[in-house]
């Protein structure tokens, strides 16, 4: 059964979030440019040194793949909107080669369509689109349980429709509410946080500057399908 997080407060991370911070602060210095932390080590690491090193570095991981995101959302509502004219196979075709290896490795089958309509939209924007919506499906995805995620974009009457479909987990209605809320996620327990929690927040926030709508259809047990309307301009 999935479990939601409970609600925070606007710009407070997560207990979880603070504490790997916490940690990875005392093993770890940073350039003078404020890039990458350097981890220092002093000899040869044991099994529980190796442990805490494991640990170090996936909180390294979480907080660059927070950072991210945080500028993420903060561009799409301090940058103009521009709108033109974009085929989205070349986004969609980028994205599958840069997950081919995490895909892969979770035994997760990716299917794009062979074509596509051109879509009117900013063209900046569509790459985090299609990225959050698809790594949200993989994040919640079991490890090689013929994990399979289908994603179309159509040609509506008024606009356009992008849906990404998953056989995974589903989503139960009660996370389905606020899981567009930045910091918000379904969870399931005994599972790794692999998310920043701001993914979808970050697709909300693409769809209202086109003055679209997004929405979800699941149910546990049966999937996931997002879909976003993109309204002619």
Known sequence: MLTASEPTSQGRLDAGLIEDALELSQFTAVDADGERPHIILAGPASGTGRHFL?????AGRNMERLLHDMLELSRIEETPHCAVHVNPIPVLDQLAA???IRLDEAGIDLHLPVEAPIVVCDRTRLYPLFSNLIGNAVCHMEPNSSGRIDVTVETVADGWEIAVR???????SEDAKRIFEAFQ???RPGQPETSSGLGLAIVRKIVEAHHGRVGLESELGAGACFTVWLPRT
Do not use: F, H, M, S
Not at 166 to 172: E, L, R, S, T
């Open 166 to 172: 998953d056989n995974g987990p589903g989503i139960a």
């Open 54 to 58: 494991d640990r170090i570095e996936q």
């Open 185 to 187: 996620t379904a969870r």
């Open 98 to 100: 840069e997950l081919k």
